[in-house]
């Protein structure tokens, strides 16, 4: 089946450090979100991206979706102690289930 | 506008014990799903409906049924709970199954002893 590795699946970073997590799928996606989840909360949705090679921004966070809509990541710029939290990806191919990595959980060190 | 409700938001079922995990969106959302959340495995997709009356498995469906009688509602049926189905159960919701990101629920977290 579809398969979404997610990696490094804990960061511990010095606030004001910059921090990313990556994303790999063993198959070509037809899109990929990526997701917020603070501890004891539920999944927030941040962004999806389509495009082979898009690159989006919001504010310090810049999400990539690579040329063969394989992989993404997910780099935060100086990270703020609010950054806190589990990051998941999820991939979809066609019209298929949305598949989750396994998460990167961020913790910060004031 | 509530969004997606779950209830309730804790449970401890005993062994062999059958229960259902409500959810609930008022945004119109054609698309709703379960995952089950356990430590270091991510979320993993129970069962989904792509709208009224249909519903299909996912990745873990063993051990649950689910129903969709209305566009408003997803309920889970546990049938006979094992210590296995410890977990945080999520319901999400979005307009369609391909475009729109998904918005979850609070979560129900569930102890089966």
Known sequence: GQQVMQIPQYQHVQEGEDFTTYCNSSTTLSNIQWYKQRPG????????????????????????????????????????????????????RGAQKLVFGQGTRLTINP | NAGVT???????????????????????????????????????????????????QGEVPNGYNVSRSTTEDFPLRLLSAAPSQTSVYFCASSYSSGTQGYTFGSGTRLTVV
């Open chain 1, 41 to 92: 909360g539920h999944p927030v949705f941040l962004i999806q991206l389509v495009k082979s090679g898009e690159v989006k921004k919001q504010k310090r966070l810049t999400f990539q979706f690579g040329e063969a809509k394989k992989n993404s990541s997910l780099h935060i710029t100086a990270t703020q102690t609010t950054d806190v939290g589990t990051y998941f990806c999820a991939g979809r």
């Open chain 2, 6 to 56: 779950q209830t309730p938001k804790f449970q401890v079922l005993k062994t062999g014990q059958s229960m259902t995990l409500q959810c609930a969106q008022d945004m119109n959302h054609e698309y709703m799903s379960w995952y089950r959340q356990d430590p270091g495995m991510g979320l993993r997709l129970i069962h989904y409906s792509v709208g009224a009356g249909i519903t299909d």
